[in-house]
């Protein structure tokens, strides 16, 4: 419930513009340039006309489960009503992209990112919130497969048609089809990898903006969402779907970091460059360029900071010294 003497609209109005405000803050030009569109969308659309003008019905845990999981690959700046992705889950759970892209944003008061940037508001919104967050924090293995397998029953398909759809990108269109493999576990192990794998690429992109978070290269191409700690040496639970254990790094850039001739401070997210990479024979531009970005700050990402755990893990593991 709001404050005594606050109505639940003026309530929703002070967080919106308090998370806004700390958001323009936080992320500089980029969210500034898109400054009309996300007031509209959130502030304006979602705090009036959803309260005022839209019927109250409760949350379920499923419906809470899909926007979590759409949270996690969506820009935070890009979460409105006018977000496609926003608009078709809109459709399939029978709510407004405006109540859709609200229930984002009450999501995004439990990340602790938004917390550190000391945002107030809806201090007592959804339990529902709370605990699916902080359940699928513990369990990322489980978010994207429990997603597919929600969606599959509210539009009466089957899993694996849920499944293609969500997989049909241009990355994915070399691999073989799921129908390939044959029924049974082989193919539910094929399908959870899959399904796992795209959803960290996108939570990572989202992320970062969809850009690189050293050189901030935007064209997703080009574009690697690359574990800290490795996959082979990752918790299946807690740790390889993890958006913490991600950083969107452009092809080179990625390679780089893979082979341990970057890597990322732990504190304070400086680039650290490898002795073993600035002795490398290069052009003297190549060289200017890559050693450009030595010692500046990787770009802060929207929701999901590193964790520091697996910054450490790097740069004790990985890095070339």
């Not at 404050?3 to 609209?9: D, F, N, R």
């Not at 002070?14 to 500034?32: P, T």
């Not at 990340?111 to 359940?135: C, I, M």
């Not at 970091?257 to 732990?266: A, K, R, S």
Request: proline letters at 6%; charged letters at 25%; a neutral charge.
């Amino acid at each position: 419930m709001p404050p005594a003497g606050i109505s639940v609209l003026g309530h929703a109005t002070l967080f919106y513009r308090g998370l806004y405000a700390n958001l323009v803050k936080d992320r500089g030009n980029d969210h500034r340039r898109n400054q009309t569109s996300f007031r509209r969308s959130i502030f304006l659309s979602a705090a009036a006309g959803t309260l005022m003008n839209t019927p109250r019905r409760n949350w379920t845990r499923e419906e809470t489960i899909l926007a979590f999981e759409l949270y996690c690959r969506t820009p935070f700046g890009r979460i409105g009503k006018s977000n496609p992705d926003i608009i078709r889950l809109a459709e399939i759970i029978g709510r407004t992209p405006d109540a859709v892209a609200f229930k984002m944003c009450n999501l995004a008061h439990c990340d602790p990112v938004h917390q550190a940037r000391n945002v107030s508001g809806l201090a007592h919104g959804s339990k529902t919130d709370k605990e699916v967050f902080e359940e699928f924090s513990q369990s990322w293995d489980e978010l994207a497969m429990n997603a597919q397998e929600i969606l599959a029953r509210m539009t009466n398909k089957t899993l694996l048609e849920v499944v293609e759809e969500t997989l049909k990108t241009p990355e994915g269109s070399d691999l073989p089809g799921l129908d390939s493999f044959p029924a049974g576990d082989i193919r539910e192990q094929v399908i959870k990898t899959r399904v796992g794998q795209d959803f960290f690429r996108k939570a990572v992109l989202a992320n970062y903006g969809n850009a690189c978070c050293i050189t901030g290269i935007a064209e997703p191409r080009l574009l690697i969402a690359s574990h800290i700690k490795p996959w082979a040496v990752s918790n299946d639970r807690t740790e390889k779907l993890n958006p913490r254990n991600g950083l969107c790094l452009n092809a080179l850039h990625d390679r780089a970091f893979d082979q341990g001739l970057i890597t990322v401070d732990p504190e304070d997210h400086r680039i650290i460059i490898s002795r073993q990479l600035a002795e490398v024979p290069m052009e003297q531009e190549t060289r200017d360029w890559l050693m450009h970005f030595k010692d500046q700050k990787i770009a802060k990402p929207g929701s999901f900071l590193p964790d520091p755990d697996f910054l450490e893990y790097h740069n004790e593991k990985i890095f070339l010294k």
